[in-house]
């Protein structure tokens, strides 16, 4: 019996997720609408307010995590503009078509299965299974895997989160500087209303960054973390029962109780 290759998750072969993309650009683009329906597009322009929004904040992350954390969340960033095939139904079903594989051909199919992931955990998942481990052996592993790979997101949610902190504090400072600025210059009255307008553009600049990219973000990988965790629990439960040789049947009712919704019922 042949099952087709399967992977958890995949990003890098999907199309572009066009809900987070409508979102960011329109976002964004109600953003400048405002600015243009205010009549001075200008006064929102602030090179230096933009330095130092986006300078201190990377400068602060740089000083507050490793190098190692912000490079695997700028990957996972990129992997919400993706769309993630993650549907845990397909997994179950996926899951039980191996297991009545495995009935009829025995742990040799299950290993042959594993050479044909693409996703690692899956891949892992089976080839345990398939040397025979008990299902304790196999629930241990594979939850120590799920941690790791739980505590490296959160690790990536937290970058985000804390740039979204840092990005208002900068623009404070930014509007700071421009204030600072603005008091030297008051013995000429007509340049103190632009130069105000010209330093609260920090504290703009700064909220914007941290609640249209930052924060929806961190959001963003959280979400797809709590998936992908789902998935792997489903994958987890089917190789425990492959283990212990249960029924296909049993194993699907089983598998179907992670859902969050009843299929039958659907």
């Known amino acids: 019996m042949n099952t087709q290759a399967f992977s958890l998750v995949a990003y890098e072969e999907k199309d572009l997720d066009k809900g987070v993309i409508t979102g960011i650009i329109l976002s964004f683009a109600l953003i400048a609408c405002g600015m243009l329906l205010s009549g001075r597009l200008g006064s929102f322009l602030n090179p230096a307010g933009i330095l130092i929004v986006i300078g201190g904040t990377i400068s ?4 507050h995590y490793s190098l190692k954390d912000l490079s695997y969340a700028l ?19 996926y899951l039980v078509r191996t297991s009545q594989a495995v009935k009829q051909e025995g742990m040799l199919y299950l290993d042959r299965e594993a050479t044909r992931q693409s996703d690692p955990f899956m891949k892992k998942a089976m080839e345990i299974t398939a ?41 404070l400072i930014g509007t700071l500087i421009g204030l600072i600025q603005m008091l030297g210059a008051l013995g000429d009255a007509a340049s103190v209303g632009p130069a105000m307008a010209v330093a609260l553009t920090g504290t703009f600049y700064g909220a914007v960054m941290a609640n249209l990219l930052f924060l929806p973000i961190s959001g963003k990988i959280k979400s797809m973390q709590e998936e992908e965790l789902l998935l792997k629990a489903i994958t987890v439960e089917a190789m425990m029962s492959m283990s212990r040789n249960e029924s296909s049947i049993v194993m699907e009712q089983r598998l179907q109780s992670f859902l969050p919704i009843d299929p039958r019922g659907a």
């Open 60 to 63: 602060a992350s740089l000083v």
């Open 131 to 171: 040397d025979g481990q008990d299902a304790s052996v196999i629930k241990r592993i594979l939850e120590t895997e799920m941690r790791s790979s739980h505590h490296r997101a959160s690790r990536a949610v937290q970058v985000f989160q804390t740039m979204g902190t840092y990005a208002p504090a900068l623009g």
């Open 75 to 93: 990957q996972l960033a990129g992997r919400t503009l993706r769309q993630a095939d993650n549907d845990p139904l397909a997994t179950i079903q």
